[in-house]
Every structure is written in C-alpha cells, then in structure tokens.
C-alpha cells in the first residue's frame, strides 16, 4: 500500500503484558493461537465479558468457554490525541453475542472511527513478551 500525504495516523498504543492467572489462563491461551473465547453460562444461557468463574447474571458457578468470531459494533469510544506514542482509543464494542467489551482500537483513524461501525477482534502483541491483547479493527 502506497502512503499518500497527509494521511492521519492510525490508533495505536504499545499494550502492558496481561495478568494471567488461573481464571484467565484459558482465554490468553487461546489469544496466543489467535481465538478469541467468552464465557457462556450454562444455566441462564446469557454470554458474559470479562471471563469469571461465576456468571455476573444468575451467580451460577456452571459456566463454560466459547469460541466467538469476535464480531460486533462500537458502543462509544474516546481518542487520547495527546500521547507519547500517538493518539489512541479505548471504548466499549458490543459483541454480536451480547457482551459489552472495554477495548483499544486499531487500523483506524480518530476521524474514521465511529459508533455502530462493525468492528472485528484481532492480537495485538504486548510488551514484556506476555500472551497478545485482544484489540478491535474495522470488520
Ligand atoms: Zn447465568
């Protein structure tokens, strides 16, 4: 791809390596292999972010993981122009699942970056050599 001029940067920041622990290793497992999984809840059937052991909807403790595409739109978002490493946004994507996801977001300008764009999770490698951070870009 050839870079015309004044093209804007695209949002982007350097992301911390994540905490692992038990509850969390299987989904930063599967972010190494490039899957992104949330957690269903067996007994009420309702989809939930961020993983936990109990559902958040009924306290039941029978909740499994579940490979999603990643799919879904911006919620709402904020662009931090003012920053070391280039403007950058964080802001909620609400996966066609159901969840609502706090996340970065990628491959898009400040100016290009909209509520209700359909938007597609991919890894975003972190610093400190820690498993890649779930990031979302334009679908
Ligand atoms: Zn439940």
Known sequence: MSETQERPATLSRPLPSPAVSIETKPFWDAAADGRFLIKR??????????PRTY???CASGDTVWEESPGEGVVYTYSVMH??????????????????????????VTADELKIGMKVKVK????EGGGPPAPVFAPA
């Open 55 to 57: 559902c958040p909807f």
């Open 41 to 50: 809840c067996k007994s009420c059937g309702q989809a939930h972010w961020y």
């Open 82 to 107: 003012r920053s070391p490493t280039g403007p950058y946004a964080i802001g909620y994507v609400t996966l066609n699942e159901g969840p609502a996801v706090l996340t970065n977001f990628v491959d």
């Open 123 to 126: 890894f975003q490698p972190t």
